[in-house]
Nanobody, 121 residues
Framework: QVQLVESGGGLVQTGGSLRLSCAAS????????VGWYRQAPGKQREFVAS???????NYADSVKGRFTISRDNARNTVYLQMNSLKPEDTAVYYC???????????????WGQGTQVTVSS
């Protein structure tokens, strides 16, 4: 089975920036819509941003104007550029693909293991 692998998390000060990446664990044909979600300690997982295969984007109100989602279809990689980070952005960030197109059977609703983002005040 294909997995999604997130990278780019870390510790940053308030106002700093990080860029997260989400890529498949092995070769794939393509991926449809991809979303980023986050889960802070003691809270439910929440939507952050998404991008369709054609590049249409959507953002949670809490990150609009600070985060930018993009994709490189040649590399089958999705990015989340996070600027002006705040302590309340601290969470484990997960990427999700609604459909991964493979040479064999396609996979649906695929999640990564998450990457920790910590913003210090």
């Amino acid at each position: 089975q294909v997995q999604l692998v997130e990278s780019g998390g870390g510790l940053v000060q308030t106002g700093g920036s990080l860029r997260l990446s989400c890529a498949a664990s092995r070769r794939i044909v393509s991926v449809n819509a991809v979303g980023w979600y986050r889960q802070a300690p003691g809270k439910q997982r929440e939507f952050v941003a998404s991008i369709t295969s054609s590049g249409r984007t959507n953002y949670a109100d809490s990150v609009k104007g600070r985060f930018t989602i993009s994709r490189d279809n040649a590399r089958n990689t999705v990015y989340l550029q996070m600027n002006s980070l705040k302590p309340e952005d601290t969470a484990v960030y997960y990427c999700n693909a609604d459909k991964i197109i493979l040479v064999g059977p396609d996979q649906y609703d695929v999640w990564g293991q998450g990457t920790q983002v910590t913003v210090s005040s």
